[in-house]
Each structure stands twice: as structure tokens, then as C-alpha cells.
T-cell receptor, first 113, second 115 residues
């Protein structure tokens, strides 16, 4: 089975712009979670989607949003970018029901200048 | 506040030695405890995981020890190799519908295995 894929792998944006990141989960997996990873804060949960519905949300401002499509692919959007949004954004997929294992993609490195 | 506390922050071990990383938690609702390995520029890779109904799980050179009463679990890397040099994260989750996917991660341990 192919693993979790994320596009693009690298992004450079300017403060105030918005950005959309994409994630394709492992085939058959219905749950997609997003995390932000920074050296100072570590891995922090953003939100989780299952069957096109947001099931869980972390403590991030409303500038961070996401959605999931019927094929389980997910997108994450950050509006009005701030310098502090520079991070590695990781997507993880899991079966959603039954299996507990969560598998991460390679991440999208976002740099905000 | 960090719900899973991981130590040490870093460790150096000689090739062939044993690396031990510890994690402690407070939330007794946690029901699934995975360990991840991350190399620079890559996403975390699932190494091994345990549930509280067993005290130990071994996969190859990697072993998880779990102490439910102490609310602690640890990763042991036996016969450490230079290729094991990476950052290791512990994590936990109650695995209920309202927490699915919402893993709490430790701060990470950078392991360096010297030749």
C-alpha cells in the first residue's frame, strides 16, 4: 500500500497571505489528522476528520481550518499567515474505526517571511 | 500543559548499547501508547505501540515496558546501531470517538548512537 502523501513538500509564503496544504491518506483509511510541529512546541494537534466531518479540534485559532473530501483526501488552510505559523505541518491517517495505528506523511515545510 | 512527559531530552549511547527513553502520563483514560521515530526532514514513523492490558511488548530490537500503576512507559532499544540515531516520541490517546486522532505527544528524545 502506498503511504500518506502530502503536497507540496515545501512552501514559502509572505505574512498576511493564505496557504492550502493537501494530504492523501493510506488507501482505505477514513480518518485524517493534522499536526503542527515546531522546535519550541513540539507536535501539536490541529484537527481530525472522519467521513468528511471534523470530529476533533485542537487549540488553534480560527485561521486554521480544514476539510475532507469523499475520497478521504484532506486539505488544510491557514489564512492571514503570521511569522509564528512557520512549521512542519504533518498529516496522519488511520482506519478511523477499529485500528488504532496512525501513520504520518512526510510533512509540508511552511516558511512565512 | 504537556500531558505526556518524556525524558531524557537527549542521550548518547555507544553502538551495541541499550537506549532507554521514559514517558509519564496523568490521564488514566489513556488507552493506547505508541512510539514514533523521526529522522531529520521526515515525518514520524510508527515503531511500536502498546495497550494497558499488557506490561511488555517486543518487536525486534525495540521493547515497550508499561507500568499502569505508576502511569509510566518506556522504550528500550537493544543493540543500538548508528542507524537508530533519530528523535523518538512517545504518545498517548484515550481512543474514544471524541479523542480519535488527537494524540498527546511527548517532547521528544534525540538519540545519538556513536560507532
Amino acid at each position: 500500500k502506498a503511504g500518506v502523501t502530502q503536497t507540496p513538500r515545501y512552501l514559502i509564503k509572505t505574512r498576511g497571505q493564505q496557504v492550502t496544504l493537501s494530504c492523501s491518506p493510506i488507501s482505505g483509511h477514513r480518518s485524517v489528522s493534522w499536526y503542527q510541529q515546531t522546535p519550541g512546541q513540539g507536535l501539536q494537534f490541529l484537527f481530525e476528520y472522519f467521513s468528511e466531518t471534523q470530529r476533533n479540534k485542537g487549540n488553534f485559532p480560527g485561521r486554521f481550518s480544514g476539510r475532507q473530501f469523499s475520497n478521504s483526501r484532506s486539505e488544510m488552510n491557514v489564512s492571514t499567515l503570521e511569522l509564528g505559523d512557520s512549521a512542519l505541518y504533518l498529516c496522519a491517517s488511520s482506519p478511523g474505526t477499529g485500528g488504532y495505528e496512525q501513520y504520518f506523511g512526510p510533512g509540508t515545510r511552511l516558511t512565512v517571511t | 500543559q504537556q500531558q505526556v512527559k518524556q525524558s531524557p531530552q537527549s542521550l548518547i549511547v555507544q553502538k551495541g548499547g541499550i537506549s532507554i527513553i521514559n514517558c509519564a502520563y496523568e490521564n488514566t483514560a489513556f488507552d493506547y501508547f505508541p512510539w514514533y521515530q523521526q529522522f531529520p526532514g521526515k515525518g514520524p514513523a510508527l515503531l511500536i505501540a502498546i495497550r494497558p492490558d499488557v506490561s511488555e511488548k517486543k518487536e525486534g530490537r525495540f521493547t515497550i515496558s508499561f507500568n499502569k500503576s505508576a502511569k509510566q512507559f518506556s522504550l528500550h532499544i537493544m543493540d543500538s546501531q548508528p542507524g537508530d540515531s533519530a528523535t523518538y516520541f512517545c504518545a498517548a490517546n484515550p481512543m474514544t470517538t471524541d479523542s480519535w486522532g488527537k494524540f498527546q505527544f511527548g517532547a521528544g528524545t534525540q538519540v545519538v548512537v556513536t560507532p
